[in-house]
Every structure is written in C-alpha cells, then in structure tokens.
C-alpha cells in the first residue's frame, strides 16, 4: 500500500493523513480513486458529472446503498469527494462471476431496486435531451476517443465518424420510459455481499433517464466479462438472454443498440 503522497485540500489531508491507500485501477471514467481502509477519495476535474454525483448520493441517502459522503470541495477546478468504502465486492470480482446465473439474477435485482425508487422530486435528469446535447459539445469539441469503442461502431460497416453517429441518434430517438437509471450500470460500479446488491457508485450520470439505458449497458458489461473481453480469457456460453429472464421482460434490441451506441459518445 502507498503513503500519501499528494498535494490535496487541508481538509481533506486531516481526514486521511498519514493511512496508507491503494490506486483503483478498475474502470474507465478518468478519475484519480484512492482505496483506504474505510474510506475512498475521488480526484477528477470539476464538470457537470461531478455536481451532479454529489446531489445524488446525498438525494439517494436511505433510497438505495450509496456512500456516505464525508468531505466534499473544489479548489482550482479539482473536484474532492471523500466518501465511506462500500462494503462487498464488485460484481467483476472473479470469485462472483464464476456463477454466471446468481451474477445476472443480482444485477437484474439491482436493476429493478433503481426502478422502484420514486423520481418525483428526483433532482438530476439524464433524458435523451441532455445527454444529446452533452454528445453534440464532445463531438464538436473532438474528444471522442475513437479507439476506445466498440470493434464494429465505427469504419467499414459502421458508422463514417462520431458526427455521423450523433446524427443517427439525433434522427432515431426512442420513446422514453423514464425510471431512476444509474446512468453507466456496468459490473465495476454495482457492489455484493453475502448474495444481496451492497452498494451503488459513480452515480455522476444517475437521474432520470430510460429504463432501457441501463439495460443496455448492464448487458454489455455482462457479455464483455463472459466472453473474453474483460479479464483473462472467456468464462463460458454467455447466455444472451438470462438477463431478460431475470428481469421478467422481453429484449428491446432496437433500444439496446441505441443506448450502447449513445454510450460511445460518453
């Protein structure tokens, strides 16, 4: 474990001064995550996402396993958010995804949780609107990661470039069903213990968005852990339609596509 080594709010220096910590190297959102024992800090510029995740985990206290947060500032256009550690393990651990029924049974349980939150004074909204007008400002700012998506999204087959995308999106908007979605419901940011949904984080994009949002994602994170392309080598059959069985819901394939597609301007 490190010692800390950084140059951070006084504050937040007397909360974790001198604990040893681990780096988080799991996941891609760009933060700077330190691991304490009880505690972790998350470090990344100060942005719509970063006041939007500190209103919800302070909404969402006693509606859903969020973290507590302990500090929170932003100095030089540096976002700091001490928060209490979730307690279990994410559901990307390789002891939890050795059963590839129990992992989906939980994630659809953890699913159907968000949606049974009530979202009439829900005070963040990541409808088709907003996140398509955050789309259109990284397009037309270039910082579209062109290589970090998936194989078939773009080139031969795919689409010409991310303007091209973003038309297509903008032309083929879904009919919304909005529920309270996590907004990047991946394996990574959804904890377990003793068999039950432990914890929530990164809730940066959580608000009110289509049901099928999360669905999408969820069901990505899902294939990419069973069939090789996170982790080691591919587990088993991914069985493409379990999550739906767990959810009690036919496949919206035409949704499904459109909300990994939208993911890939994000």
Not at 163 to 169: D, P, S, T, Y
Request: one cysteine or more; aromatic letters at 10%; hydrophobic letters at 40%.
């Amino acid at each position: 474990m490190k010692r800390l080594e950084l140059n951070l709010p006084l504050d937040i220096q007397n909360f974790i001064s001198g604990k040893p910590y681990t780096m988080d190297d799991i996941g891609m959102s760009g933060s700077r995550i330190l691991i304490f024992e009880d505690m972790v800090l998350k470090i990344q510029s100060e942005d719509e996402e970063t006041r939007s995740e500190a209103v919800m985990m302070k909404w969402l206290k006693g509606k859903l396993p969020v973290p507590k947060i302990l500090y929170h500032t932003v100095e030089n256009g540096m976002n700091y958010l001490l928060m209490s550690k979730m307690s279990g393990v994410m559901f990307c651990d390789e002891s939890i995804l050795e059963n590839q029924e129990q992992v989906t049974e939980l994630l659809a349980n953890a699913l159907k949780k968000l949606w049974e939150v009530d979202i009439t004074d829900c005070p963040m909204c990541w409808d088709l609107p907003v996140k398509l007008a955050a789309a259109k400002q990284s397009v037309e700012n270039g910082e579209i990661d062109v290589d970090n998506v998936e194989p078939e999204t773009f080139g031969e087959g795919g689409f010409k470039d991310p303007q091209e995308l973003l038309n297509w999106l903008i032309e083929n908007q879904p009919p919304l069903e909005p529920v309270l979605s996590h907004g990047d419901f991946c394996l990574p940011n959804i904890f377990v213990k003793d068999g039950e949904v432990s914890g929530y984080i990164d809730l940066g994009k959580t608000g009110i968005a289509d049901k099928w949002q999360d669905i999408a994602l969820c069901y990505r994170s899902l294939k990419h852990n069973y069939t090789g392309v996170y982790g080691s080598e591919e587990r088993t059959d991914f069985q493409e339609n379990l999550l739906f069985e767990k959810l009690g819901i036919e496949p919206d394939w035409e949704k499904i596509r459109y909300y990994m597609l939208m993911d890939e301007l994000f």
